[in-house]
T-cell receptor, first 113, second 113 residues
């Protein structure tokens, strides 16, 4: 089992719809969770961070965290073609003597005009 | 704040040659990370520094890879005797504290022929 798992997609939604991206993780004591967006050929850029159970909203983006289920999701409301990118879930995972940020393989999202 | 800077942006080398990459983190960030990313995958952790101390190195990392951060500021990543399998995007990131989000540079794309 991978430490951080995402559906690779591709996920296609029409413009204006809600895109829902999901992520599960293996480390029960993880405390820090992030969503990054990565355009083709570019480096990841931070969209959201979430540390507590529940929802966190920032503009059109909502991150949801459920530590009991080891599940974190990202909702994108009113999706725009410019949201078309790969979305990476990142979780702080215990590894050796330290904790490090571990990424999923990403979900490719296409927003159709 | 000029962000994380990486140099060079692209590097093409022949198999067996040594290469060195440089990363300049955000100035007030104490933690510096190196990741590697191949097509269709999320970033894979390589190593990280807290100031000048290298605190963690991936168990999957070959002995041909070495990283330094001599004065707690910029960092270098060296790959000796490059192999075709080393071809990837090498990403540097920095963060302020444990649990803080990572901010990525634009990456160095390595091609080994």
């Amino acid at each position: 089992q991978k430490e951080v798992e995402q559906n690779s997609g591709p996920l296609s939604v029409p413009e204006g719809a809600i895109a829902s991206l999901n992520c599960t993780y293996s480390d029960r004591v993880s405390q820090s969770f992030f969503w990054y967006r990565q355009y083709s050929g570019k480096s990841p850029e931070l969209i959201m961070s979430i540390y507590s159970n529940g929802d966190k909203e920032d503009g059109r983006f909502t991150a949801q965290l459920n530590k009991a289920s080891q599940y974190v999701s990202l909702l994108i409301r009113d999706s725009q073609p410019s949201d078309s990118a790969t979305y990476l879930c990142a979780v702080e995972i215990s590894s050796g003597s330290a904790r490090q940020l571990t990424f999923g393989s990403g979900t490719q999202l296409t927003v159709l005009p | 704040d000029t962000g994380v800077s990486q140099d060079p942006r692209h590097k093409i080398t022949k198999r067996g040659q040594n290469v060195t990459f440089r990363c300049d983190p955000i100035s007030e960030h104490n933690r510096l990370y190196w990741y590697r990313q191949t097509l269709g995958q999320g970033p894979e952790f390589l190593t990280y520094f807290q100031n000048e101390a290298q605190l963690e190195k991936s168990r999957l990392l070959s002995d041909r890879f070495s990283a330094e951060r001599p004065k707690g500021s910029f960092s270098t990543l060296e790959i000796q005797r490059t192999e075709q399998g080393d071809s990837a995007m090498y990403l540097c990131a920095s963060s302020l504290n444990v649990g803080s989000p990572l901010h990525f540079g634009n990456g160095t794309r390595l091609t080994v022929t």
